[in-house]
DNA sequence: TTGTATGCGTTATCAA
DNA sequence: TTGATAACGCATACAA
């Protein structure tokens, strides 16, 4: 077992042409080789070890089972989800997942994807949040996670950003709140902007307007405390916050302590995700639980639907959100 | 811009042949192509927008500029900041990595090398913890992470578990606690053997010997949380107890709860990681923060170092930990 | 310093 | 149904 196994040693060893053991081993052309020799083919190349050389094969068909995947930062908690679901998706077909960061750095992606184009890859998998441009050339097979381009003609899967902001909005009102604000994520995220206008919409569906808004430059603890200090610092008589996302909402926790506001006896906070351990905070946050992992998995076949068959219309699937009722949102006090 | 361009096309564009073309654009080859068409050569590569087939590079030359990242799952807190780290290092060097999860399971573990072998891999970082066998041939460049064989004939890289065990034990020892247990991790993985190893020597130092050991079969909450009512069951006097790492922590907190039992008031409880939130936990937990970035930062720059030398002896690198105290430790009640 | 020739392992086309 | 042949794009040993 000193060098692998070639399909060349295979067809020597089973006595055929080295085509011929191609054809056999090749599930696509089965069925053009006679089942005798098949047998016989495929016996060899077990006894090798055969597992063909992805280079070479690459090099011939132009493609290979690997795809790209491209998230923003592997450390947010949103993405871990996502990516497993994504590799147990291409796995159950034998694709492989290339991963890369891009820490939202417009040039960082498009080095990586220009590294990641010389790769012969099947496709690609986008979670980076920037709403502009259409990253990679029309013919390369793209699915796009928690993002969708304004002209529609990329394949995507999101959840349903605007349900889950409804229900945030209906449960507020039904507990008395009419005074409503907003810590809303970077507005050139498809997140950010989808939860804001969805916000609007379903305030005013109830008669209302935002009791102040307050646009966060990134899904950040900090950058949600800052938006919470400024927020109130406009107009002190918001009783509940509708925050862009989980992070964004710890920040306003901490915000409201340090202004010496209770949480939700004075203010009741919403966020967005669901991540860990929001359950055990202080209190329990109540927020809106995407399904993470299924979109990540939805994605993978997804993409492995459009490499099989790439002239078919770009799907765009919307997965349900969860409404998650925690202890940080209270009746809102009659003050 | 229809198809990609080759090196031919290069050549072309620059009056030259290919081979000299590739020479030219090769950093190793540089110096054997005269400047003035070199420069040409680059330029002519620039304005086609010419990026190298991997696939034929990786044919031709046997080996690619991928590797192999394989872990149990990237929703255990700890991976993602390793897998950033190994990321950001790999990339330094033009290099990309190829994720892939086992799930602990051998089978899986098998199953997923055998299908990146196949890939023409650069090298692999192994991040499973099962200690048992060398998982690839001798010839494969591979960086441990986490993990060391017994052998010791593998590059590994990992955070100096005894220290940070042996710190915590003295903390508790100087806080007066002398019956102090242990929920030590799955013994099948480096990292449970070793902080129970550690235990031990750490309390005999102390001329102490553990108050109840339980061997946890996951690192879980939920085997935390079991272990914890079995340790207590058997000897209900320990005052504080060393958990095998922070989930095991919060399994034992919960459990402590059920039982009517304060923490610390009661019984002190470490964990081990810092994972996310725990600061945030009630208590907040004393724990020992490993430098998961760094350590996949490490591993990748080793990766490489032995890929570029791979006759040179095996490293070990041990990076420091550090002791977060927080309030899940108290001095021991006289009781 | 540059050009020529060859082969890496696979698959697709063509011929038998 | 099978075999022969060529080509994918690149890097290198060798010749010029």
Redesign the interface.
């Known amino acids: 077992?000193d060098k692998p196994a070639t399909i060349k040693d295979v067809a020597e060893l089973a006595r055929v042409h080295a085509a011929t053991a191609s054809r056999a081993l090749n599930p696509q052309t089965r069925d053009k080789v006679s089942p005798r020799t098949a047998a016989r083919i495929v016996e060899a190349a077990r006894t090798l070890g055969y597992?063909?050389?992805?280079?070479?094969r690459?090099?011939r068909t132009r493609t290979?089972s690997?795809v790209g995947?491209v998230i923003p930062?592997?450390?947010n908690?949103v993405?871990?989800?996502i990516?497993?679901g994504v590799?147990?998706g291409l796995?159950e077909a034998?694709y492989?997942?290339?991963?890369?960061?891009t820490d939202g750095d417009a040039e960082r992606e498009r080095d990586?994807l220009?590294?990641?184009?010389?790769?012969?890859l099947a496709g690609f998998i986008l979670a980076t949040s920037k709403r502009d441009g259409s990253p990679l050339?029309p013919d390369a097979s793209v699915v796009l996670v928690n993002r969708r381009t304004d002209a529609g003609d990329i394949a995507s899967v999101v959840a349903d950003s605007a349900a889950g902001v409804h229900a945030l909005v209906t449960l507020l009102v039904t507990q008395g709140h009419t005074r409503i604000g907003h810590l809303a994520g970077p507005q050139d995220t498809s997140t950010g902007i989808e939860r804001y206008r969805a916000l609007l919409d379903g305030l005013s569906t109830h008669g209302l307007s935002p009791s102040g808004v307050e646009f966060c430059d990134a899904y950040s603890e900090q950058a949600g405390y800052d938006a919470t200090l400024a927020l109130l610092a406009d107009r002190a008589s918001a009783t509940a916050i509708v925050a862009g996302n989980d992070m964004i909402a710890l920040g306003c926790y901490r915000a409201l302590a340090e202004l010496g506001l209770r949480c939700p006896e004075d203010v009741s906070v919403t966020g967005f995700n669901d991540m860990?351990?929001v359950d055990?905070?202080?209190p329990p946050l109540t927020t809106v639980r995407i399904p993470h992992y299924e979109i990540g998995y939805e994605a993978a076949r997804l993409l492995l639907e459009r490499i099989a068959n790439p002239t078919s219309p770009p799907k765009r699937i919307v997965l349900p959100v969860q409404l998650i009722t925690r202890a940080s949102v209270a009746p809102a006090s009659p003050a």
Chains 1, 2 share one sequence.
């Open positions: 077992m597992s063909p050389n992805s280079a070479a690459s090099l290979s690997v995947v930062d592997l450390r908690p993405f871990p989800p990516v497993r590799e147990d796995r034998g492989l997942a290339l991963l890369g960061n990586l220009a590294t990641m184009r010389g790769q012969q050339g860990p351990f055990q905070q202080r």
